[in-house]
């Protein structure tokens, strides 16, 4: 997993600016230094610290969005392991069966049933 990359104070500085003090997420007006600056795809799925991947949000905003990413993060990783074969499927396999014994193999099949409609004829 990667760690995490921070924004340089230049890039902070942009994406700041460009908010214009409001949260670019729910639009609430924001005081100086209430708002938080975020990756809008975490540096975990591949994220750059850019400001085009960067924006203003507040407290609330960001607390929502983050606990969305740790869902995100952990199913791409589940996925990954899956697919390296780092988990154990959750099936197990189906074995081939036993040998059949020579008396099993012997054996008559039972006779099948007769015909039997599935409805019966109105009688006059």
């Keep these: 997993m990667a760690d995490r990359i921070e924004f340089s104070r230049k890039t902070k500085a942009a994406i ?3 908010a214009a003090g409001k949260c670019e997420a729910c639009e609430a007006v924001l005081k100086p230094g209430e708002g938080e600056v975020d990756h ?6 591949g994220g750059e610290p850019t400001v ?17 990413d740790i ?6 990783d589940r996925a990954r392991d899956k697919a390296t074969g780092a988990i154990a ?3 197990k396999l189906k074995s081939a069966g036993f040998p059949v ?14 015909y039997r409609p599935l ?5 006059p």
């Design 16 to 18: 700041i600016a460009r």
């Design 40 to 45: 809008i795809l975490p540096c975990a799925l």
């Design 52 to 68: 085009a991947n960067g924006r203003l949000i507040c407290r609330v905003c960001h607390a929502e969005k983050t606990a969305n």
């Design 71 to 76: 869902r995100r993060i952990r199913k791409a």
């Design 89 to 91: 499927p959750k099936q």
């Design 101 to 114: 014994s020579e008396k099993a193999a012997r054996r008559t099949p039972k006779p099948s049933l007769p």
């Design 119 to 123: 409805y019966r004829e109105e009688q």
